[in-house]
C-alpha cells in the first residue's frame, strides 16, 4: 500500500505462520544441516513521508510493516525517538542516520512487536495527515495506541486525539487493569483513581505473589478466571496499588482476631442465650473458616474475603429433654395454667410417662450468634475507606510543564514568546 487511505487502517489481521513454500533454503552447509531462513512473504507500505529518511520495520520476516517516515518528525514527536536518533546521544541509529547521503536509501529501524496498526493511526497524526485518522476507535485499539504514546512518551504530541478518543465510561469489553493503563496514558484523573480503586479491592495475587486480575467471561457457565495484571503500567502504580491492598485486607483480619480473642475469653459470654458452648461453637468456626485468609491473605481480594465463609444456618443448644417427667415447668400452654394436661392435642407427649407438656421454644443461635453480620459491616467500612490513587503521583510532566509555562485557557499566543 501507498499513499492514503480512506478508513481506519488494518494492516495485518490474519497473517499465517510461515510454509516450507515460503522458505529460501540456505546452501551452506552447516554440519550436514542446511540452514533455513524465513522469507518475507507479505509486506505492507505506507508512505507518510516521500522524501523521508527512515523506514520503521514491525513485525516478523514472513508479515512486515514498512513505514516510510521522517526521522525530524519522529524526533519532535517523541523525547524517546529524539535521543536514539541524535548522533550526539551516541547510539547507533544516530550514527547511522548522520552517515547518511542524499542519495542514500532511507535508514531501516526495526521496533519489534508493535502494532502496526495502531502506530499507523499515530504516524499520520504526526505527519499532519489526520484526514486518514478515525474519529473514533474501540477499547482494544485506544489499548494499543496508548501502549505506543507510553513507550515513546508521545503524550503531548497526541493529547487531543487522546482526549478525543477516551470515551466518557472506562469500562466494558477490556479489563480493569487495561482501562486504568488507558487512563493514565490520557490523563484522566477522576477515571485513574477510580480504576486503581477497583483493582485494589478486586485484584488476587499468584503463586509467585504477583498480582493477577479477574477476567469474566460471557459464557453459560459465567466462569472468571484470571490474567497477569497488565504489563504497561507502572511497576510505581503495581506496588502501591497491591501495598494499599494489603493494609486493607490485613485491617479486616486484625479485626477477625479480635473477634476471636473475644470469644476465647473463659470469663466473658457472648452468646445472646448466655450459653458458654454457643461461644465454643463460634470460637471453632472462627478459627476454622479464616485460617486460609489468614495464612494467605494474598490469595484472595478485599472485596470477596468472606466469599468462601458461610456460617450454619441452624444452631440448637436446648432442645427438650424428652418428657414432662424430666422437663421443667416451660409456663403457659394455650390458656392452660398447669404443667401438662391429657387434653392439649397440641401439647407435646411425654416419652415416659405419656402426659402432655408444652416442650421449651427451640431458639436458633445462628440468627443472634452469628459473627458474621457484624464482621460484614467491619468490612465494608474498610472498603469505604479505601481510596484510589492520585493521578498526580505518578504521571510524566509535560514538555511545556518541563519547560516551566502552562498556556491558561484564553491566553495570548504572544504571552509565551519570550524576547532577548
Known sequence: ????????????????????????????????????EPRVSRIASITFDPI????LVL?????????????????????????????KSGFKEGKDL??????????????????????????????????WVPQSLGPERLYEIAIISDKYDMRDSLDYWLEKWAPEQFEGTISVDKWLFIAFVCGRVAEFRALSRELMLECQADNDDNLIVPISTNNQESVTSFNPICEYI??????????????????????????????????????AEEQPLC???????????????KSHPESTSLRK????????RRIILDNSTGGCCTTPVFGFCNGHQFRHTS??????????????????????????????????????????????????????????????????????????????
Open 1 to 36: 500500500m501507498a499513499g492514503g487511505i480512506a478508513t481506519p487502517i488494518e494492516l495485518f489481521t490474519d497473517c499465517e505462520q510461515p510454509t516450507i513454500a515460503w522458505l529460501n533454503l540456505n546452501k551452506k552447509d552447516l554440519g550436514g544441516v542446511e540452514e533455513v
Open 52 to 55: 523521508g529518511d527512515l523506514m
Open 59 to 87: 513485525g516478523p520476516p514472513t508479515c512486515q510493516a514498512r513505514f516510510h517516515v521522517s526521522s525530524k518528525v519522529l524526533s519532535l514527536s517523541s523525547p524517546v525517538f529524539r535521543t536514539m536518533l541524535n548522533f
Open 98 to 131: 548522520a552517515e547518511r547521503t542524499a542519495s542514500s536509501p532511507p535508514m531501516e529501524l526495526f521496533l519489534g512487536d508493535d502494532n502496526p496498526n495502531a502506530l499507523a493511526i499515530i504516524l499520520r497524526i504526526i505527519h499532519v495527515q489526520t484526514r
Open 234 to 271: 507502572p511497576q510505581s502504580i503495581v506496588a502501591e496499588i497491591e501495598a494499599v491492598r494489603q493494609q486493607a485486607i490485613e485491617v479486616m483480619l486484625d479485626r477477625v482476631d479480635k473477634r476471636i480473642e473475644n470469644f476465647s475469653n473463659p470469663n466473658k459470654i457472648n452468646c
Open 279 to 293: 461461644d465454643a461453637l463460634v470460637l471453632g468456626f472462627l478459627i476454622r473458616e479464616f485460617h486460609q485468609a
Open 305 to 312: 474475603l468472606f466469599d468462601g465463609v458461610s456460617f450454619p
Open 343 to 420: 387434653l392439649c392435642s397440641s401439647c407435646t407427649k411425654c416419652t415416659n410417662c405419656g402426659k402432655r407438656y408444652r416442650a421449651p421454644e427451640e431458639k436458633n443461635h445462628a440468627i443472634k450468634c452469628s459473627p458474621i453480620p457484624e464482621l460484614k459491616k467491619q468490612l465494608e467500612q474498610v472498603i469505604e475507606l479505601t481510596l484510589g490513587l492520585e493521578y498526580t503521583r505518578f504521571s510524566r510532566q509535560s514538555i511545556a510543564e518541563k519547560a516551566g509555562y502552562s498556556h491558561g485557557e484564553g491566553d495570548d499566543l504572544w504571552d509565551c514568546i519570550h524576547y532577548e
